[in-house]
């Protein structure tokens, strides 16, 4: 199995095997667009379930406990406000409840509930108040930290790079990252704590870092293509898709198999927790980041780079050639042709490699 894999590689890497992503990018467009608007439609019937330290209110640990069974909870809060609260287990002897603000008389009064209820000693029942003030200040600090990064990443991709349509294509394609993985909290229903505001900053990185492995392979692959007539910056783009693939998919495996430990242990385990909190932003952000990269940043980044007039003209010259090679009977391959134009379902021949029929003679129009 280990010897197939590397052989796969190799292909991908020399060319021999090639996967069209560049050519067919129209679908991989329809499929983020529809993730984005699934996205924003499932936030929208199923708002995010924030935190404590976002909404404000007071909270309730009960340590020690021998059983978790939330409805002691409900009832020991039922006594001195009409307000469902939230509980969750921590692990298997913990009990965490959260209600609206309450006063230190109330405060008193249900954790004295809680502690008569679950059997425990009221030294067992920690208190704690959260005001929504600090929720807005960790809000607006998450949104400067933000625009600080896009800023950031902007100037220096387009440095690095000496053309900002990688920036921009790298920023859509974070964009669409960032919309999915909310998607999928909002669905799941867990709660939006700060260390979820963390886990959704990490994934900028990793998915901007991501992109530009990518991106380094196509200003390799492209460097001067304008001076040579055999293939296209799309063909050119699309074996360097190819030929990271593997490391993309190495890194990201690597990643995601401690990520989903934490999440499993988060979860299952710990219960509802910081783990857990973050963990599941970094599983998701981190698998779809390296979906991104491959099959949404470099099509952009080409679709950007063929308005260029000087990519355009190269790109139809290119294809005026070959047709006439065709015409002319001198080996062109028409698959080729219709690759570079785009169409869907051809076969695009990677520079450099020699196809198995090349040699063969061809045969002369009449």
Known sequence: MAAGFTQWSNDLYTGRKSYQIVPRRRRYYVIAA???????????VRPFNLGIEFRGGSEFVVSGVTETTEQIALDAVATVSPEIPRVSTLGADGVRVQTEELSTAEVSEVAQALASGYGVAVGEVTTSFIGPSWGEDVSQKALVALLVFIVFVSIVMTLYFRNWRMA?????????????TAGIYALIGW??????????LTILGYSIYDTVVVFDKVRENTAGILNQTRSTYAERANLAVNQTMVRSINTTVTALLPVAAILFIGAFILGAGTLRDISL?????LAVGAYSSIFLATPLEVSLREREPAIAEHTREVLRLRAEQLEAGEGADPDAVLAAAGVEGSRQVQPGVRRANAAQPRKRRR
């Open 191 to 200: 709660e939006v704590t700060p260390a979820t505001v963390i886990g959704f």
């Open 281 to 285: 932003a970094l599983f998701v952000g």
């Open 168 to 180: 921009v294509a790298a920023l859509l394609a974070l964009f669409s990252d960032l919309m999915f």
């Open 34 to 44: 529809v993730t984005i608007v699934l996205a924003a439609i499932i936030m929208l």
